[in-house]
């Protein structure tokens, strides 16, 4: 269901400051999957080092033996809520990763699965942007998806549309569904597009709606696990 409300920002991708972000439907996959933890994130970031310097607690789960081999100990404390094991790693005075040496990262072959998994371009993707991180918002209004078909533009329109629903109608899922962060709302965004290209969905309720993405939730976990 295209939200007439929605638009997307389709600005020419020959703009010289653009950056191509790829075939959007190609794109959605992949990070569906990656978020599913059945890959890694394939983000062309170039010399961009704008989520390493914008002040971003780093999850390391017990898992990454080599990540942890090679990050001091003294950089990591238990992750608050998550199961003993799991630990995050913070940032220096200046919000830069501390594995961020020369304006590269000093163990990015054993980089955390948070780090591989990352990618800016869920926001623009979801159609919102970074909470206050300005180096990254500023990159992400240079990502241009392409669309080679019509489904490219009709799955773009389901994930921006389902990221407004999400936000507007927070209140009606269970508590602490919807998440209030914009990373989280942004990835559950994609992984329940689906509902709005489902063309029964504009005649539902939002109720309804409700129900049916709560139904792709959990799908989605299911799936993953």
Not at 89 to 112: F, T, V
Not at 182 to 187: E, H, K, P, V
Request: glycine share 6%; hydrophobic share 40%.
């Amino acid at each position: 269901m295209a939200d007439k409300t929605t638009k997307l920002d389709l600005a020419d991708v020959t703009d010289p400051t653009a950056l191509p972000a790829g075939s959007f439907s190609s794109w959605v996959q992949h990070t569906r999957s990656a978020v599913a933890d059945k890959g890694t994130a394939d983000v062309p970031c170039g010399t961009c080092i704008a989520c390493c310097t914008s002040s971003y607690f780093i999850h390391v789960g017990p898992d990454e033996a080599e990540t942890l081999r090679r990050i001091p100990k003294a950089l990591l404390f238990p992750a608050p809520g998550l199961p003993k094991g799991n630990v995050l790693m913070g940032y220096d005075e200046h919000g830069r990763c501390p594995m961020l040496k020369n304006g590269l990262c000093s163990i990015y072959e054993h980089r955390p699965k948070t780090c591989r998994n990352y990618d800016c371009r869920i926001f623009p993707a979801a159609g919102i942007e970074s909470d206050g991180r300005d180096l990254i918002n500023r990159q992400i209004r240079r990502w241009k998806f392409s669309y080679a078909t019509p489904v490219d533009r009709t799955e773009h329109v389901a994930v921006q549309t389902a990221a407004k629903f999400l936000r507007e109608h927070a209140d009606q899922f269970p508590k602490g569904a919807v998440p209030t962060g914009a990373t989280q709302l942004a990835i559950l965004a994609i992984r329940v597009f689906e509902v709005f290209l489902d063309p029964n969905t504009a005649a539902r309720t939002d109720f309804e709606i409700v129900e049916a993405i709560v139904a792709k939730m959990n799908e989605f976990e299911n799936a993953g696990a």
